[in-house]
C-alpha cells in the first residue's frame, strides 16, 4: 500500500487547484440549470472516474434557484484503460445504470475525453433507450487526440495533453482521492 509520502514524492505538479476544479465545477452547474429549468434529469455519472464531479455537481445543482424540478443521480461503470496509462480503445460496460432513462432528460457526466471513444459508445448506448433529451458533461477535456468527433454539451477545463491524475482520475487506481489535478513524475510510472 502507498503511503502519503509516496503520493507526495510522486506528483511533479498540481495542475488544477481544489479551488479552480469546485469554480468549474459551478460553472458547470449553472450550465446544466439553465437548459433544464424547472425539469427533471438524471445525471449519470462515468465510474469510477466521475466518482467526485457527479456528486459535486448533483449538490451545486440542488443550490441553484430555477435548476432542475428533480434530480436523480445513477452511475454506469465502463473500463477502457484497464491498468494503464494508454487506452486500449476498446470500452466495455462493467455495470449498467439502475434507473431506466427512457423519456428522462439525461446528462452523461464524465471526468475527462480524451479519445472519445468513451463518450461514443455511452452516448449512441443511451440513444437506443430513447430520453427525451441527452447531453454529455466533461469536467475536463483533453482534444488532442480524439479518435472520433463526439459532441460535448459542458466543458469544465481545459486539461494540458498529458497524462493527468486527482478527483477521480487515476493512475493504476492510485491518486484519485487528490482534491486537485495532478501531473505524475515519470518516475512514478516506471514504479507502477
Ligand atoms: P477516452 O475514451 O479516451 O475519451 O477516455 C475516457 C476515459 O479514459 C476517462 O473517463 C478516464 O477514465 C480515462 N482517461 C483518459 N485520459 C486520462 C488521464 O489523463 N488520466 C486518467 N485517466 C484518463
Known sequence: MKTRESYDGAIERTL?????????????????????????????GVLKGAL????????????????????????????????????????????????????????????????????????????????ASLRACVLFDKPYHRRVEVPVDYVGLQSPDQFVVGYGLDYQELFRNLPYLAQLRPAAFKEG
Open 16 to 44: 488544477f487547484t481544489a479551488k479552480e476544479i469546485d469554480a468549474a465545477v459551478q460553472r458547470l452547474a449553472n450550465q446544466i440549470a439553465e437548459d433544464h429549468c424547472r425539469q427533471p434529469l438524471t445525471l449519470v
Open 52 to 131: 467526485y464531479v457527479v456528486t459535486d455537481l448533483a449538490r451545486a445543482l440542488a443550490a441553484i434557484p430555477d435548476g432542475p424540478s428533480e434530480i436523480i443521480v445513477d452511475y454506469i461503470c465502463v473500463s477502457s484503460y484497464g491498468n494503464s496509462a494508454r487506452s486500449s480503445g476498446e470500452v466495455r460496460m462493467l455495470k449498467d445504470v439502475s434507473e431506466p432513462i427512457t423519456g428522462r432528460n439525461v446528462v452523461i457526466v464524465e471526468d475527462i475525453v480524451d479519445n472519445g471513444l468513451t463518450l461514443q459508445y455511452l452516448r449512441s448506448l443511451f440513444e437506443e433507450r430513447r430520453p
